[in-house]
């Protein structure tokens, strides 16, 4: 396994590629409504990415062995979608829940990040609650990131935390180091067994981005070759940060002026964002 140590010059670039992924999330969120498309939010991100940014969005037309090229610049994954759900024509409910993820380039690096909406802002007590239980999965993941610890770490206490709340975690699929390439070793399970894995090391990047299901964790993939679904079709839920090994702890890289708080769970550990 190569893993690629950032230098300071390359981890600037990612602060720069990070935020501006988070931005397209703050741009984008006005228009998560009842009635929109998720073509026409995929649309709008597209220009705001290419226009506005001058960033290229690293989704559209990516083609990792054995998938045909993505033909989006975003992927949009609605209640029982787990991940990868491709835009078309498809408008948009109240009480929806829907996952934006967001992978943008700058100066040949990747900024990647993912949130949440409910649509409407009136979803059922299981969507909000499996939301939220979530993004406190997200943020107990990068609670423990630090040099010297364990990938498994983080697997650990995202797996504990969805499971004592009722819910499963998605096997198949989860996070990866990234710079400049879209996925680079390690892999980060968001399942496992704490003090196993990789040692973490200052200079890693990597996202984390729990896939939480309200029922089973089984898998299907839709014949696009790209959306994941959950077979019994229960909820889905995903939220994804890309963070940084510092010296000392953790900094996330993918912030911005509408990103959503760390939740009151682990507030605590991150006053400077709270």
């Known amino acids: 396994m190569s893993i690629t140590i950032k230098t300071p010059e390359e981890i600037g670039k990612m602060r720069v590629a990070g935020r501006l992924g988070a931005e397209v999330l703050d741009y984008i969120t006005p228009y998560v409504q009842p009635g929109v498309t998720t073509g026409e939010l995929d649309r709008l991100c597209h220009d705001y990415m290419v226009n506005v940014q001058h960033t290229i969005p690293a989704p559209l037309n990516y083609a990792p062995p054995g998938y045909p090229p993505y033909p989006k610049s975003i992927c949009t994954s609605v209640n029982h979608q787990i991940c990868h759900g491709v835009p078309g024509d498809k408008a948009l409910k109240k009480g929806d829940i829907v996952n934006l993820d967001i992978t943008v380039i700058k100066d040949g690096y990747h900024g990647d990040t993912s949130r949440m909406f409910i649509v ?8 909000k609650r499996l939301c939220q239980v979530t993004l406190e999965c997200l943020w107990l993941g990068i609670s423990v ?31 990866h180091g990234i710079g400049l390439k879209f996925h680079e070793e390690p ?40 959306t994941i679904v959950t077979k019994d079709r229960s909820l889905s839920a ?11 702890g953790v900094e ?15 507030a605590p550990l991150f006053p400077a964002l709270a």
């Open 252 to 266: 996330v890289l993918t912030l911005s002026a509408g990103c959503p708080p760390p939740p009151a769970l682990v």
């Open 145 to 175: 990131v630090r040099p010297g610890a364990r990938l498994g770490d983080i697997g650990h206490i995202i797996q504990k935390h969805a499971e004592s709340n009722g819910f499963s975690v998605v096997r198949e699929f989860c996070g």
């Open 120 to 127: 409407g802002g009136e979803g059922s007590i299981l969507a």
């Open 187 to 226: 892999q980060v399970l968001h399942y496992g067994k704490a003090g196993t894995g990789v040692e973490l090391r200052p200079g890693m990047t990597f996202t984390i981005e729990p896939m939480i299901n309200a029922g089973k964790a089984a898998i299907s993939e839709l014949p696009d070759g790209w």
């Open 238 to 248: 995903q939220w994804e940060h890309m963070v940084l090994v510092t010296d000392t």
